[in-house]
Structure formats: C-alpha cells, structure tokens
C-alpha cells in the first residue's frame, strides 16, 4: 500500500517538474526575438516552439515516462545551449554593462 502511494506521489512531482521546465522553456523560446535566433546561428525560432510546444502538449495530454523525458531533452538543450546564445545576441543578462562594483545607485568607492 506504501509503495503504491509513494509511486503515486513519484509520478505526481515528475509530471509537475516536466511540465513546468516545458513551460518554461517554452515562454522563453516564444519571448526571444526571431532575428536573435539567425544572428546567434541557432535553429529559427519556429523550429523550437514547435518542438517545445510538442513537448508540452505531449506532458499534458500523454503523460508517458518515455515522452517526457525525450521532452525533457529538447527543453535542456534549449535552455543551455540556445537561450545563452540568445542572451548573448541581445544583450540581455544580469548585467547591462558596468563594472562589478557597481551598486544600485553607481559605482562602488569603497567610502572614498
């Protein structure tokens, strides 16, 4: 009975984890400009909704363990590979130029 619930359970946070990486990936993939994909050289950026969208379609409607994790995959490469490249095009990241000791409101002096 134990280890019927904790399969339940395991199949539960599995499906959540999948599909909320699909998600993910996903609104990222649709949020990235279709020029930044051909200036980063990277597929077009069509090519990885659908496959991104097939993804999440598939987590929802057949949650299959053999689907989600070729899913999952795709969603990693996306997310490591594509969307770093992406940034790179456009600029965007955690810092938008500056050195490293610049705080909210300017550079850092050390009190000088």
């Given at each position: 009975?134990?280890?019927?619930?904790?399969?339940?359970?395991?199949?539960?946070?599995?499906?959540?984890?999948?599909?909320?990486?699909?998600?993910?990936?996903?609104?990222?993939?649709?949020?990235?400009?279709?020029?930044?994909?051909?200036?980063?050289?990277?597929?077009?950026?069509?090519?990885?909704?659908?496959?991104?969208g097939i993804n999440l379609i598939l987590n929802?409607?057949?949650?299959?363990?053999?689907?989600?994790?070729?899913?999952?995959?795709?969603?990693?490469?996306?997310?490591?590979?594509?969307?770093?490249?992406?940034?790179?095009?456009?600029?965007?990241?955690?810092?938008?130029g500056g050195s490293s000791s610049d705080g909210?409101?300017?550079?850092?002096?050390?009190?000088r």
């Amino acid at each position: 009975m134990l280890a019927n619930s904790f399969d339940s359970l395991l199949s539960l946070v599995t499906f959540l984890v999948f599909t909320g990486f699909a998600i993910t990936a996903f609104v990222f993939a649709a949020m990235a400009r279709e020029d930044a994909y051909r200036a980063a050289d990277k597929q077009t950026k069509k090519f990885w909704l659908i496959l991104l969208g097939i993804n999440l379609i598939l987590n929802l409607l057949l949650p299959m363990l053999f689907l989600q994790i070729a899913g999952l995959i795709a969603a990693i490469v996306f997310m490591v590979d594509v969307r770093p490249a992406l940034r790179g095009v456009t600029g965007g990241g955690g810092r938008r130029g500056g050195s490293s000791s610049d705080g909210p409101y300017g550079p850092y002096n050390g009190g000088r």
